[in-house]
Every structure is written in structure tokens, then in C-alpha cells.
């Protein structure tokens, strides 16, 4: 059984590690059942060790939750497609260029870049939208600003569903893949790196 939602107050407790340890261990235990808890704890923890919190006055509490919570829903759909957004340098022109007779219409306008740190890995993932609900991801593994070697990529969707790709180029590409939710995981000479879980769908990419 799921229990209560997590307040603004309690997040902001459990990651300056004020909680309790029973009310750490109850606060760990919903985040495994809540993902709206978790992602709003994921942010939250961006946005309160970002901010030097010394150099504001206190705010009443019946203002933090409102303006905490407009905060949240507008970061968390931040990545929307974009329409002109540049191609990273590694992948050049590539991403334009499709198979078949009728390549040209098959790329809608929209794209979305993310950069990820996993470990001593950079990660940039470019999703380049297609049409009928699809799109096509290219990945870029690097590590001090050179192409990292022995990098094992496997996309996870939520059906189950994986497919898995060895990286032995400067990038790979998951092409025609439906909108939904995925996970990506990275290992390198066998050892787990880490992992990115998303959502992708009609407004862009979503954080998991």
C-alpha cells in the first residue's frame, strides 16, 4: 500500500540529512513506490544544492509549497522539442540522412539534447524527432573529451523490450523507436557505469 505524498518540507529534511532515521528509512520507502516523489526529489536536490540558501530570508511556509510546486511542473517539462537546435560536432550531418525513397519526409522538425555524467563518462544523447510518434536517438560516449572505447549501450523500454549495441564508433544510433518510457545503460569493460531513465512523447523528454 502506497502511503501519504512527501512534503516540500520533509524533501528538503531528507536531503540536508536532518530526517531522523526512522523517518529517513519511511521517507527511502515511499520514494521506491512514488515516482512523482522520486522525480521531485531528483529535482528539488538540483535546485537546493545549486543555490547558495544563505543569502535568503526565510519564507513563510504557506508560500514555499505553491511556489515549489509551479517550480516543479514547469521543470519538469523543460525539455520540449526544439525546432532549431544545432547538431552536436560529433555527429555532423548525419542525423538528416535517412534510408529509402521518401527519407526526406520523414524527419519532422524537433530536437532535444541531454548530457549526462555517469561516472567518469560524459554521456550526450541527441533524440531527433520523427513522424508518427517516433524517434531516433544518438548517443555519444566520452571520456576526458575523447571517445570512450569499450562502451556497451542497452536501451531498455518499458515493455521489456532491449536492444543492445556495442559503441565502436563516435556514436550510435537507436533509430525509429516509439514514443514511451526507456531506460539506457552504460557498461564499459563489464563494469556498470550507470543509468538514464526517461519518457518520451509528444512534449519532448521527460526525466524519470
Known amino acids: 500500500m502506497q502511503t ?3 512534503t516540500i518540507e520533509t524533501h528538503a529534511k531528507y536531503i540536508f540529512n536532518c530526517l531522523a532515521p526512522d523517518e529517513r528509512e519511511q521517507a527511502e520507502y515511499h520514494f521506491a513506490q512514488c515516482d512523482e516523489c ?13 543555490i547558495d540558501l544563505a543569502q535568503f530570508d526565510p519564507a513563510p511556509s504557506n508560500l514555499i509549497q505553491p511556489a515549489l510546486g509551479k517550480i516543479f511542473d514547469y521543470l519538469k517539462t523543460f525539455r520540449e522539442w526544439l525546432t532549431d537546435l544545432a547538431q552536436p560536432p560529433w555527429l555532423g550531418s548525419v542525423a538528416t540522412v535517412r534510408s529509402g525513397k521518401d527519407s526526406a519526409k520523414t524527419v519532422s522538425p524537433g530536437a532535444v539534447l541531454v548530457k549526462k555524467e555517469m561516472q567518469d563518462l560524459q554521456v550526450e544523447i541527441y533524440i531527433e524527432k520523427l513522424k508518427e510518434s517516433r524517434v531516433a536517438l544518438w548517443i555519444h560516449v566520452s571520456c576526458n573529451k575523447r571517445p570512450a572505447p569499450n562502451v ?12 543492445a549495441r556495442l ?30 531513465a526517461f519518457k518520451i512523447d509528444d512534449r519532448g523528454l521527460h526525466e524519470r
Do not use: M, W
Not at 38 to 50: A, D, P, S, T, V
Not at 183 to 190: A, G
Open 4 to 6: 501519504q505524498c512527501i
Open 167 to 196: 559503441l565502436n564508433h563516435d556514436y550510435e544510433c537507436f533509430d525509429n523507436i516509439p514514443y514511451g518510457r526507456y531506460s539506457l545503460k552504460l557498461e564499459q569493460k563489464e563494469a556498470a557505469k550507470g543509468i538514464y
Open 38 to 50: 522520486l522525480e521531485k526529489l531528483i529535482i528539488n536536490r538540483e535546485l537546493l544544492e545549486e
Open 152 to 163: 556497451y549501450l542497452s536501451l531498455k523500454q518499458a515493455s521489456g523490450a532491449t536492444v
